[in-house]
């Protein structure tokens, strides 16, 4: 592990260059993610994951799966999108 100090004197963070080991099909994924959504570069959107992940533990590993798994079924077809209006309706009837 490296470690890339700030040079310019500004008060950033000091960064530190990690490795992360990935399958190439992951790896295509995520390059095509981070372009498609505008980012630019893959280690912005890498940071970017990585802390919306920590400042968002609400969200588990198996509520991802759940919407990996909707829009999985939304672009292959297999589901319909619905309406806000009826995501909170359901999740109305669901309380009660």
């Known amino acids: 592990m490296s470690t890339a100090g700030v040079e310019d004197g500004d008060d950033a963070p000091e960064t530190v260059q990690i490795n992360l080991r990935l399958s ?3 790896l295509e ?5 981070w372009q498609r959504e505008g980012f630019n570069s893959r280690s912005e959107f890498l940071r970017y994951a990585a802390r919306d992940a920590i400042k968002h533990p609400e969200f588990s590993r198996e509520g991802w799966k759940q919407i990996a798994a909707s829009e ?7 589901s319909e ?4 209006e009826e995501v909170v309706r359901t999740m109305d009837d669901d309380g009660e």
């Open 72 to 78: 999985h079924d939304l672009r292959s077809g297999e």
């Open 24 to 26: 190439k099909s992951f």
């Open 81 to 84: 999108l619905v309406s806000r």
């Open 29 to 33: 994924d995520i390059d095509a993610t």
